[in-house]
């Protein structure tokens, strides 16, 4: 049978597992720690794109060093009881494994928080690159990540799909050229996706893997 896709392309954070809430919580560690104040989940938000450091850079002028180091220590330490792969999608992984299709992430996250997270949660051999925010020039919505999987495994770009809860990786996609499939299940941004005609919208693991199973 002829497959519709030949590569497959995540972003992590709200696609294949559920930090949001310990990213807010690991900001807010910092924040009132050095700044005395509270970030609202809005605020953070409105900051996602560039890696963390960046964001700690912007947010601590003067303790930006010991800031990192606290955020990294809170962020591995309360990973465990605080955020989770998504039911069914180690399955998907591995079903896509299965067929020998290249698998690659491509996320804003820090190198360091993007391997915390993706080993934490059991993923991390599963992926055949890993393109976080530290490798790019520019983070999502640029296209370099997706170019980087598509032209390291030289794939046929209509045969690519980058799945993501984000505009950005609707964005990305479209301008490298590949389809975008945009994941409901924890979404933090799911009108604007609504909108954004997304080649592929799932609502949940499970409606993934069916199309995956028809697909692949």
Do not use: C
Request: charged share 30%; proline share 2%; glycine share 6%.
């Amino acid at each position: 049978m002829l497959r519709n896709f030949d590569g497959f392309i995540f972003d992590v954070d709200g696609t294949l597992t559920s930090t949001n809430e310990l990213i807010f919580s690991s900001f807010n560690h910092v924040t009132q720690k050095y700044l005395n104040k509270r970030v609202s989940n809005e605020e953070i938000i409105a900051m996602f794109g560039p890696t963390e450091d960046v964001i700690l850079q912007e947010w601590m002028k003067h303790d930006y060093h010991d800031a990192r180091k606290d955020y990294f220590d809170f962020y591995s330490s309360q990973h465990q009881k605080m955020a989770d792969i998504y039911p069914g999608m180690i399955d998907v992984l591995k079903f896509i494994k299965s067929k020998s299709i290249p698998l690659s992430i491509y996320t804003g996250k820090g190198k360091d928080s993007a391997s915390i997270t993706l080993k934490e949660i059991g993923v991390y051999d599963l992926f055949d690159m890993i393109v976080t925010g530290d490798d790019v020039k520019e983070s999502k919505p640029s296209r370099e990540g997706v170019d980087m999987f598509v032209e390291k495994f030289n794939l046929n770009r209509n045969k690519v799909l980058m799945i993501g809860d984000a505009p950005a990786d609707v964005i990305a996609a479209h301008r490298a050229g590949v389809k975008a499939a945009s994941v409901l299940w924890d979404s933090y941004a799911r009108d604007k996706v609504l909108q954004m005609n997304s080649d592929y919208v799932f609502e949940t693991v499970e409606e993934f893997k069916k199309f995956l199973e028809k697909n692949i």
